[in-house]
């Protein structure tokens, strides 16, 4: 019995990290729209969240990895700068300016289009296989459909805001502010094309993560 939960626990472990991961991701895009609403510039945000990632990180590299880095060479300077160019600077910047013109909730479940940007652009370079006749192709080339028309239609339709029974008069009234200040399309558009930013630095990124895997 305590082997076949162990079993169960090492297959849903994967599961459990990209769900906890999301967790994260929500309560920052609820925290990095609550700075914008007051005042913080975009910009400097992310400016400020890099600089942290930076050090932290950096410590981690130094210990950890300090003997199996690889030489830096030109080429691979320029590999480094072309990606931090595409996911942290295009992107970050893109994503974070359309939350300001929308809202958290919008800019979050806008994301979802990164998959299916991934997708197209994994089968354009070559690196992922497609046949219509093949049911798992079917079920891609569906999904990514579903999540193209979702976040179409997420970018068009605004809804009404809804009250909650918890915030006070003066926080629905400075919400309602802020809402006048919205541009769904303008910043749905920027969502995306900043989501196909960070698709670009995934498919990008791909070869050097598996030749260092087949390197160690």
Known sequence: MESAVAKLYIRMKPFLAVTLLQSIYAGMEIIFKFALNEGMNQHVLIVYRYAVATVVTAAFATVLDRKVRPKLTFSLF?????LGLLEPVIDQNLYYTGMKYTTATFASAMRNILPAFAFLMAWICGLEKLSI???????????????????MLMTLFSGPMLKS???NRNTHQKSTNAATEQDHIKGGLMVIAGSACWSGFIILQMPK????????
């Open 133 to 151: 006749r093949r049911l798992h192709s079917q079920a891609k080339i569906l999904g990514t459909i579903v999540t193209i028309g979702g976040a």
């Open 165 to 167: 029974p918890w915030t």
């Open 78 to 82: 320029a590999k480094i700068f072309f």
């Open 209 to 216: 993560l598996s030749g260092a895997r087949k390197s160690q």
